[in-house]
């Protein structure tokens, strides 16, 4: 991974998780990393597993506020010097029926999984831009991002946005030297099932009794999510794809027949359509 030595990685949600083994990947493989989280003490503590020293510093940061991101950016250029890659990982969760979500929890998942990757790509590309040298953006999406399952629309909302949005980006940057790869897993080790905790509304529905679909989505999401791949195993992939300036990443074998089906779906509704219009 000699591509990122002396380099410079901004990552969000660095604190566990993906974003934390990404950030162990990319220190172990030479890069200067700056880590950001919203928990200013998970940061500190992760900062800390990782060994600290020069090459590694960290910041508070909250991906829906863009005038935090920018803050960040400057940071991250003020502790380096230069900035060539950028990592929008962090992300929460948010399942419901349509008709019984709260706006103000659309509001939220919308503004940290998407916004928060509009935010992050919109401070830093300038700065990889003038760097001289090209880079990376790796946004992080989901399996959710192509293909879909009853009780979860808010998430796929946001992860379908992540997809064509970075895929636009990757052939808008290219002429940059700048590489936009998205990384679309299924189930990992994280504490991602808990996210929606922090939602707006939790507060307000912690004296409701949840109902038994919510019980059983949160216990089947948990266990899939607890027996996933082991999140430094998916930072490697990364690493590797970036290298490689692949577009997308993926890790599950499982997940081809979904992604299929979902292709046969769409087809054969193209051709029907075509058909009604007489152009088939």
Known sequence: MNEFKNKTAFITGAAGGIGLSLA????????????????????????????????L???????????????????????FGKV????????????????????????????????????????????IRDNGEGGHILNVASMAGHFTMPGMAPYHATKFAVVGYSEALRQELAPDNINVTTLCPTWVKTNIYNAAANRPTAAKDSNKPASVTATQLYALTKGLVDSGMSPDTLADLCLTALTARRGTVFNDPEARPAIMARAKTLLADYDACLDDLGMS
Request: aromatic share 6%; with cysteine.
């Open 24 to 55: 162990r990947k990319f220190h172990e493989a030479g890069a200067n990393v700056m880590m950001a989280d919203i928990n200013a003490g998970a940061l500190e503590k992760a900062k800390a597993d990782l060994g600290g020293g020069s090459r």
């Open 84 to 127: 060539h890659i950028v990592v929008n990982n962090a992300g929460v969760g948010l399942a419901g029926r349509a008709g019984d979500i709260a706006l103000e929890d659309w509001r939220w998942i919308v503004d940290i999984n998407l916004m928060g990757v509009v935010y992050g790509v919109e401070a830093f590309t300038p700065l």
């Open 57 to 79: 510093a960290r910041i508070v940061c909250d991906v829906s506020k863009p005038d935090q991101v920018k803050a960040a950016a400057d940071a991250t250029l003020k502790a």
